[in-house]
């Protein structure tokens, strides 16, 4: 079976961070669409999923007027906040498809400015 372009990226992206996986680094796996933005960490030793948020959750979803570049700061802070309880700080962050750049990049830096290492 022929993948296209946007298989490719992702698997090339992702294999290298999977190559490197150990038990004391998680990796935050991000998604983004038009409209929203979630992010989980996930522990690929054992294949689960430890945090996750997204812009779709009720808190989030009930602001008004707020740019997409605004709902990707909170979402970042949020998932900081659920990971620092589980006492989580060192990740890979896998940016899958997408570049480093908009709301990707400003997703990253916030997580950095609250305690996360990557």
Same mark, same amino acid.
Do not use: P, W
């Given at each position: #079976?022929?993948?296209?372009? $946007?298989?490719?990226?992702?698997?090339?992206?992702?294999?290298?961070?999977? %190559?490197?996986?150990?038990?004391?680094?998680?990796?935050?796996? $991000?998604?983004?669409?038009? %409209? =929203? $933005?979630?992010?989980? &960490? /996930? *522990?690929?030793? %054992? =294949?689960?999923?430890?945090?996750?948020?997204?812009? $779709?959750? +009720? *808190?989030?979803?009930? #602001?008004?007027?707020? =740019?997409?570049?605004?709902?990707? +700061? &909170?979402?970042?802070?949020?998932?900081? +906040?659920?990971?620092?309880?589980?006492? /989580?700080?060192? &990740?890979?962050? *896998?940016?899958? &498809?997408?570049?480093?750049?908009?709301?990707?990049?400003?997703?990253?830096?916030?997580?950095?400015? =609250?305690? #996360?290492?990557?």
């Amino acid at each position: #079976m022929k993948l296209n372009t $946007i298989q490719r990226k992702k698997f090339r992206v992702t294999g290298k961070l999977k %190559k490197v996986a150990s038990s004391d680094r998680l990796r935050l796996s $991000i998604s983004r669409s038009a %409209k =929203n $933005i979630s992010a989980q &960490i /996930i *522990d690929d030793v %054992k =294949n689960i999923t430890l945090v996750s948020c997204s812009s $779709i959750e +009720k *808190d989030i979803r009930s #602001m008004d007027k707020v =740019n997409k570049t605004e709902i990707s +700061k &909170i979402v970042a802070e949020k998932l900081a +906040k659920k990971a620092q309880e589980k006492k /989580i700080s060192k &990740i890979f962050f *896998d940016r899958g &498809i997408y570049k480093y750049h908009g709301r990707v990049k400003v997703f990253a830096e916030t997580l950095r400015k =609250n305690g #996360m290492e990557f």
